[in-house]
Each structure stands twice: as structure tokens, then as C-alpha cells.
């Protein structure tokens, strides 16, 4: 869209150099972490506070300028796409931790502010904050997302960690969406409302977050399995069982050969599932002893320890950078990363039904997740020149979130959706999403946050995006 030039105008007086017409600039704040097709903004702006944000999408809604809320760029399902031009708003530079609260286990913070910041700045005081996606994501981000990842099994996701958030909505008012207690029976639950939300309904500006003490040991145990449904159903026997696992973390044998290769780890090139402890050292002895027997008796062909911290960090860097891995095994390649979750008794049958509609192609596609939790991904390795492999990818997904959503799961446990997922929500959610459509009706009637995403406008957007059929732009 063109931008009106009052409020071009407008938002210069608030941000003066602060907003960016480079085309840089604009290129980059349209591209993430995945496929889907960069759709730049027409400005990008860097507010410093909550009055600016406020002050930005009050002079937005006088114009209905579609506004963008953005983290660091690592989503991976279209989030941050500016299908209708617009305002992207980067967050990056609200990036201080307003106060730490050791007696309370809590901590407020703005929402540039990075996951391993946070850490930092908690390591002096003996506090961590566990969510853990794996990229270096910013807090506000990972709020909209509803981010979740390697530690969920044991600590939650962004639902379970965020006590309240500061918020301003699409006409420019500023929310807070709870107090700080634990919990409280007064009114509708906002704070869930907006996490998860993906800056459909509002901009996150400050956040108040669980914390956790840092434990007393760590140690994580490696298992080796000649076959993958062995491996699936060890994890769904110790989460069964009531063990309290820190981490479950599956990668496939090709991934493991791809982890190899990249970082000199030299497991056995099999299916394994990468264990973490947390506790006592009495507990966490015990707890890798019972899980180490259990997983001898699902058949592990080894089961190795890593106790000390140098080694761990090893294991889990390599975890974290399997997507780079699992892409230098096809040089030029590019990632289609999806993700589904089911409940964890069906875990097994549906890795092992979509592996099956894998191998019926011939497209690389290694598998890890989070399986703790009934959550896994698939990276199918694509050449960008070649339709077909786009086609045979986006078909298998299909297959896959079907199946899921079949089982009583979703079509997604932590990658949101963005415009890349909207064509699985109303089977997913059937009359519900048009209870979500009138609460984004509500909150944002002239539809300017971050439009085109998560209701039923998006499905005709993705389908325009992707070049599938003519649609009318949302919003």
C-alpha cells in the first residue's frame, strides 16, 4: 500500500531517524527463517518505549496502516510477512530487564529483550528463565508465539511462564492484562488471550515472567535406538511413568549423521533421544539411572553420559543447530520446517505414518522433536528451483497435520501460524475460529495489526501468496 504522507509525517515526528525507507532494511524485515516468500514493509520503525508504540499505532488507526509487531525474524510460518505493506514495528531496541525479583520468582522485562540476555542477567542471582526454543528469540516474540521447546516437558511453554504483559491495542490504548500474583479468579484470562496471539490483537511492550532457581546438578544421557519407533516409545514410557525429565529430545538418524558431520560429536548413527536432568545429585543420579533402564529395555544399542557441563553445552549447541546441519547435507538447499503434536500415546504412530509418506517420495526430510511433549518436526530439504519437491513437501505436511488433527492434536505445538498454517484452523478449531474472528473483530475492527494472519482471511491470503489461486488483500 502507499503510505499517507500525514502520517508518514506523523511518525517521523515520533521517531525521527528511527524510521527506515531502506530497502535493506524494509527486505529484512519482511524474510524469516524459513520458505515462505520475503513481503516487505513500506517503513520499518524502532520505538524506545511503550508512549511511542501507543503514539505510533494511535496515528496507524487514523489512517488504518497496517502495523507489524517484530522480534528477531526467527518465525518460521509467515508471522511477520507484510502482505498489505505497512508499518513493521521492531521491538529490538525495548530491550532492558526492568526489574528482578529473586524472593518472588519473577522478573519483568521489555520485549526486545533476548532469551540468553534474560539468562545473564538471572545467573547472577541464581535464577533462570527454562523456555527454550532454540534460536536466541526475543521475549516479546516468543510471548506472541506461544513459544515452547527443548525444556517444555519439564517447565511449560510461554503459556505456563508469563504471570502478565503490558500491552497497547490497535486504537492505541495501553493494557495490562493481570497482576503479578500466581493466580487470581477476577475476570477473563487476557494474558492467555495475548500469548499466542501473534500481533493479530495488540503490541507486547513489557512482560512479567516465571522464573526458576537454577538446579542444584544437571546431567543428560544419550540413547542410541536401531529403530525409531523404539526410540518414540522409550520417551512415552518415561513421561508415563512420571519420570522428571528436563529435556526428551529426539533427532533421526539422518539428522544425527548431519550433527555429526557439523559438529565432531561422533554418536552412533541412529536414532536417538537426547535426555536432561535437573536436581539434587541424589535425584538426578536416580533419575538417569531409571532412565537409562528403561531405555535398555526398548532395545537402546547404547546409552551414554554426559555429566559435566563442557559436554553438555557440546550436546545441546549441536541440538540447537540441526537445522544448519541437516542443510549443509544438501548444499543450496532450502528448509521447509514443519511441526505438529498429538498426545503422547499417539506419538509413535504418527511419526512412524508420516516417516512412511516420506519414504514414498524421494525428498530428504530428517525428523527431530520435542517429544517429551507429543511434539516433532519435519525439514524437508528442498532445491529452491524445483516446484515439484515444494509440491511433494506441502503434500506430506497436509498428510501429516490431518493425521495429527485426527488424533486429537494440532497442526502445530510451537511454530504458530502465521499465513503458512492458516488453511489447518478451521479443521482444527471448527466454530471456535469464528468465535476468534469476532474477538479480532473486537479488538482491531479496521483489521491493521499484523493482518492476514491467524482467522479465516488468512487461508484466501495464503493461498494469493503462494501464487495458488486470486484473493482480495485482508485487513
Not at 487514523?62 to 514495528?89: M, W
Not at 537409562?292 to 551414554?304: I, K, P, Y
Not at 511419526?351 to 530428504?364: G, S, Y
Request: proline share 4%; with cysteine.
Amino acid at each position: 500500500m502507499s503510505i499517507d504522507a500525514a502520517t508518514t509525517s506523523e511518525l517521523r515526528a515520533i521517531l525521527g531517524a528511527r524510521l527506515s525507507f531502506n530497502e535493506g532494511d524494509r527486505a529484512a524485515h519482511g524474510r524469516e527463517e524459513s520458505y515462505h516468500r520475503t513481503l516487505s514493509p513500506d517503513m520499518v520503525g524502532y520505538p524506545e518505549s511503550t508512549a511511542e508504540v501507543a503514539a505510533i499505532i494511535r496515528a496507524c488507526a487514523r489512517t488504518a496502516t497496517p502495523v507489524i509487531p517484530y522480534g528477531t525474524g526467527t518465525s518460521l510460518e509467515g508471522h511477520i510477512a507484510a502482505v498489505n505493506g505497512g508499518l513493521c514495528l521492531d521491538t529490538s531496541r525495548m530491550n532492558r530487564v526492568t526489574e528482578i525479583r529473586p524472593a518472588d520468582l519473577d522478573v519483568t522485562v521489555q520485549p526486545g529483550v533476548t532469551r540468553e540476555a534474560l539468562n545473564k542477567a538471572l545467573a547472577g542471582h541464581g535464577l533462570f528463565f527454562p523456555v527454550d526454543p532454540g534460536a536466541d528469540a526475543s521475549l516479546g516474540g516468543m510471548a506472541a508465539t506461544r513459544a515452547s521447546g527443548t525444556t517444555t516437558v519439564r517447565y511449560g511453554s510461554m503459556r505456563e511462564n508469563v504471570l502478565n504483559m503490558e500491552v497497547v491495542l490497535a486504537d492505541g490504548r495501553v493494557i495490562r492484562t493481570a497482576s503479578r500474583a500466581r493466580k487470581s479468579s477476577a475476570g477473563y484470562d487476557l494474558t492467555r488471550l495475548f500469548v499466542g496471539s501473534e500481533g493479530t490483537l495488540g503490541v507486547i511492550t513489557e512482560l512479567t515472567l516465571r522464573v526458576h532457581g537454577l538446579p542444584e546438578a544437571m546431567s543428560a544421557a544419550v540413547c542410541s535406538f536401531p529403530a525409531l519407533e523404539q526410540a518414540v516409545l522409550c520417551v512415552a514410557s518415561v513421561i508415563q511413568l512420571g519420570v522428571p525429565v528436563a529435556r526428551a529430545e529426539l533427532l533421526d538418524e539422518i539428522y544425527i549423521d548431519a550433527v555429526n558431520r557439523r559438529s565432531g560429536l561422533g554418536l552412533k548413527t541412529m536414532s536417538t533421544i537426547l535426555f536432561e536432568f535437573h536436581g539434587s545429585e541424589g535425584s538426578v543420579k536416580h533419575d538417569a539411572e531409571e532412565v537409562a533402564a528403561l531405555a535398555r529395555d526398548f532395545g537402546a544399542a547404547s546409552v551414554e553420559s554426559a555429566t559435566t557441563q563442557q559436554d553438555r553445552n557440546r550436546l545441546w549447541r549441536a541440538r540447537h543447530e540441526a537445522y544448519y546441519a541437516g542443510l549443509a547435507l544438501r548444499p543450496g538447499s532450502k528448509g521447509l520446517v514443519t511441526d505438529v503434536c498429538v498426545p503422547i500415546s499417539s506419538l509413535a504412530r504418527c511419526i512412524a505414518e508420516t516417516r512412511a509418506d516420506i519414504e514414498k517420495t524421494d525428498l530428504i526430510a530428517p525428523i527431530l522433536g520435542h517429544v517429551g511433549d507429543g511434539n516433532f518436526h519435519v525439514c524437508f530439504l528442498l532445491d529452491p528451483a524445483r516446484a515439484d519437491e515444494l509440491e511433494q513437501a506441502q503434500a506430506v505436511n497436509r498428510r501429516m497435520v490431518a493425521r495429527a488433527i485426527e488424533m486429537g492434536g494440532t497442526c502445530s505445538g510451537e511454530h504458530g501460524v502465521g499465513y503458512g498454517k492458516a488453511e489447518f484452523l478451521a479443521a482444527e478449531h471448527g466454530e471456535a475460529l469464528n468465535v476468534m474472528a469476532a474477538l479480532k473483530k473486537t479488538l482491531d475492527p479496521q483489521g491493521i495489526m499484523n493482518p492476514g494472519k491467524m482467522t479465516d482471511a488468512a487461508l484466501d491470503l495464503a493461498h494469493h501468496v503462494r501464487g495458488e489461486r486470486p484473493a482480495e488483500p485482508a485487513g
